[in-house]
């Protein structure tokens, strides 16, 4: 491996542990100048800065008749660390406990002792907070070919194509595997939805397609096919841990055609040129996520399902 393949490798597990690191950092204490011990205050005294505060059992409460924030917190303590710029924390919610209490009243939101955010946002029940640490998002896509065997130009994307991997037509041959490179449609990427063709199998047969690198898995097919017969199957994967990549096997010589619909991320991202809003999947200009979103917004607010 490459000196620039091993610091992408680093890079990507850096990233892919965001939500674990996340929930680290959330349990770590603040470090400060020594203080004495909590001042116990009444209420109606002051917060003391730069010290812990205890309110016993009452409830601190901040209104505000203004357009603009109740409260405003920041931290302009940046440290560079390579290409990042990292910030300190404007809050912190300190981990306690293994759930929130359901009898608390409906807007309450902590951080359990794993570092999980938990909110009451029905009387009685938790519920957690999706972050890129403990789920995914799907993301449909403007649909794009990844391969077609059958042309040089759609196996620019095969990484191991070789006489070995595939035959004089293009062909993946018998008990071989090619390696497909997303690295154009998606960065860090958990899963995606396609749909394989098979065409000009050379006997009946089968297709795997699964994670780059991993052990193939021995029993599951994707697509299961006859003598010189063009078939098609919709598929799920999952992507490579250490690259965007996917594998694909065949039991029998076959001609392949992959198309993709959609990916499924977390703390990785999708190329803003494929998605169903970008210019190249509309007549008009492209339309900026965040425009997107204020019209979607202002939609909701203006109308509601046709199910209520």
């Known amino acids: 491996m490459s000196e620039n393949e091993d610091r992408t490798v680093n890079r990507r597990r850096l990233l892919r542990r965001a939500g674990t690191v996340a929930a680290g950092v959330a349990g770590t204490a603040v470090v400060g100048a020594t203080v004495a011990a909590p001042a116990q205050a009444a209420p109606g005294d ?12 009452s409830t601190t409460s901040l209104s505000i008749n203004s357009a603009g924030p109740t409260l405003a917190l920041g931290n302009t303590r940046i440290t560079e660390e390579g290409d990042w ?69 759609g196996r620019t ?95 029998r010589a076959t001609h392949i055609i992959i198309d993709i619909v959609a990916f499924v991320v977390g703390v990785g991202s999708v190329n803003p040129a494929i998605l169903p809003y970008s210019a190249s999947a509309k007549s008009g200009g492209a339309e900026a996520t965040v425009d997107r979103a204020a019209k979607r917004a202002a939609r909701a607010k203006q109308s509601t399902p046709s199910w209520k």
């Open 157 to 251: 994307r095969i990484v191991n194509a070789s006489s070995t991997t595939l035959d004089s037509s293009g062909r993946l041959r018998e008990r071989q595997t090619i390696h497909l490179d997303l690295s154009d449609y998606v960065f860090i990427g958990d899963a995606l939805f396609g749909n394989l063709t098979v065409t000009t199998t050379a006997a009946a047969g089968f297709v795997q397609v699964y994670p780059h690198g991993v052990t193939r898995p021995a029993n599951f097919s994707s697509i299961n096919y006859l003598t010189n017969q063009t078939l098609s199957n919709s598929f799920m994967t999952g992507i490579g841990y250490d690259f965007d990549y996917i594998s694909v096997y065949t039991m």
């Open 46 to 57: 002051p917060v003391v800065q730069g010290g812990d505060n205890v309110a016993g059992s």
């Open 85 to 153: 710029r990292l910030s300190g924390p404007a809050l912190q919610l300190k981990p306690s406990g293994d759930f929130l209490n359901d009898n608390s009243p409906v807007g309450s939101v902590g951080v359990d002792q794993f570092g999980n955010f938990q909110v009451i946002s029905t009387p009685g029940y938790v519920d957690y907070v999706q972050t890129t640490g403990n789920s995914n998002s799907i993301v449909p896509i403007t649909p794009q070919r990844l391969v077609d065997t059958r042309t040089a130009a």
